[in-house]
């Protein structure tokens, strides 16, 4: 489980299609999982301030390709305070990048994307736009989208409940 909540901005280090390498400072061992621009990886190598992750094939169908930069969030511990959301690291969709307005301090981005996800998607704040990749998107650019877990269930248990746009 993780919050959503980005821990750091990593630089890749090398990408070969199966195996991610990260530079990072984010502390994780061989086996734990960390969240990578929204897709759970498990660690497959720690060491001298790198992770590595071997990543699927199907990974790479589902979700945007990796960028030079990515969003590392380690995974949520018993005990952690909950300061986002809660989302496994499964894509539910990909989406793109429609159109970015600048409004106040932050910026209102339209994304193109499947519409039973697109109705959950929300405003993204200033620190979100300064302290992440999502700050530097632009027109055409892929995202990664998940639901949060409890939306999806409350959705399910009350009947005619639908989020909306």
Known sequence: MFTGIVSERAR????????????????AEIGDSVSVD?????????????????VMVETL???????????LEGALRAGEPLGGHYVQGHVD????????????DGKLVWFEAPEDVLRYVVALVQHTLEVTT????????????????????VERLLPGLRFSR
């Open 134 to 153: 999502l700050g530097g998107l632009e027109p055409g650019d892929a995202v990664n989208l998940e639901v949060d877990v409890l939306a999806k269930y």
């Open 12 to 27: 890749v280090a090398s990408f070969d299609g199966g195996r991610l390498v990260v530079e990072t400072a984010i502390p």
């Open 93 to 104: 969709a990909t989406g793109a990048v429609r159109s970015i307005e600048a409004e106040g």
């Open 38 to 54: 929204g897709v759970c990886l498990t660690v497959t190598g720690a060491q001298d301030g790198q992770l590595a992750f071997d």
């Open 61 to 71: 169908r589902r979700a945007k390709p990796f960028g030079p930069e990515v969003n």
